[in-house]
């Protein structure tokens, strides 16, 4: 779309989550060396909160692939499930083969099998569970039973939870409050600082392949700065749509006008200045929003 004008291999603010993109920020490198440290540990439950669009899915790719070999990943992204259905889900990602009608019991038995393989083999599981806010109370205690499976030295499963900050209420029930006990590590992931914008910015458009030495105006960088709030995600949308604008334009640095329009399109009407200049999608907004620039 814009790529070659801006003299780019690939599109710089995608929001799907490319661990090649992870930006090392202060929260982020905090989260990581968390959850580095407590697997490595072998502790049995991790947590990571979040609110949407701070970056828990890309920190937990980025977790997964910077374990060593010694350790086995299963990845649930949506654990909106029922308990038995939990359990084949873990059971498919550690490629267990199982009949069709196969009972509970089994079922666990196949999965303590497997597990205990494992631990022979000098390998440590570990299982990650994205949006865990979602996941059913039922569910939830299925998976603290799970964690009591354990050698003389360690657990067999260890369980990371990444989640909005409906988890910690989930958690706080009552009937839940074995688990709640057994989080030894946890871990707010928050937006980026101020200070950290720039470097963000630079860091996505340098792995994109932009050799130039700056596309964002220093009043383009602390308009995007007041819109996001430094949500990632925020930022990547009004980044991407103000560059759909300035390339619309034919210019080669983004300012703040081009935020500002960008934000315009993107934050909710209540946040907007001009709520008619919504669109619904970001080529219309190139359309729409680069006629407003022109008048």
């Keep these: ?37 407590a697997a490595r540990g072998g502790e049995g439950f991790i947590k990571i909160i979040g609110e949407v669009g701070t970056g828990k899915t890309l920190l937990c790719r980025k977790f997964i ?66 949006e865990a806010q979602a996941i059913p109370v039922e569910s939830l205690e299925a998976l603290r039973l799970l964690t009591n499976l354990e050698t003389q030295k360690r657990k067999l499963l260890q369980i990371v939870l990444f989640g909005q900050p409906e988890l910690n209420r989930k958690l706080a029930l009552d009937s839940i409050r074995q688990l709640a006990q057994r989080i030894s590590f946890h871990y707010h992931l928050g ?6 914008l720039e470097y963000y910015l630079a860091h996505r458009l340098r792995i994109a392949g932009f050799t130039g030495s700056r596309m964002f105006t220093k009043g383009a960088i602390a308009k995007l700065f007041a819109a996001s709030g430094g949500v990632p995600r925020l930022i990547n949308i009004i980044a991407h749509k103000s560059l759909m604008l300035a390339y619309g334009q034919g210019r080669h640095e983004v300012e703040r006008k081009h935020i500002a329009i960008a934000a315009r399109d993107t934050l909710p009407p209540r946040r907007r200045l001009w709520p008619w200049m919504a669109s619904a999608s970001a080529v219309a907004a190139v359309a729409s929003l680069g006629w407003a620039l022109i008048r």
């Design 1 to 37: 779309m814009y790529t070659a004008h801006f003299g780019l291999r690939e599109m710089p603010f995608s929001i799907t989550p490319d661990t090649s993109f992870f930006f090392t920020s202060a929260h982020s490198q905090e989260a990581l060396n968390t959850l580095l440290v």
């Design 65 to 130: 692939a910077t374990l060593g070999d010694d350790f086995v990943t299963a990845y649930i992204p949506n654990p909106y499930l029922e308990p038995r259905t939990l359990m084949l889900a873990l059971a498919d990602e550690l490629e267990l083969k199982l009949d069709k009608d196969v009972d509970q019991h089994q079922l666990l038995k196949s999965i303590t099998h497997k597990l205990i393989g494992f631990a022979a083999q000098g390998k440590r599981v570990l299982l990650c569970l994205d």
């Design 191 to 196: 937006p980026l600082r101020r200070d950290d």
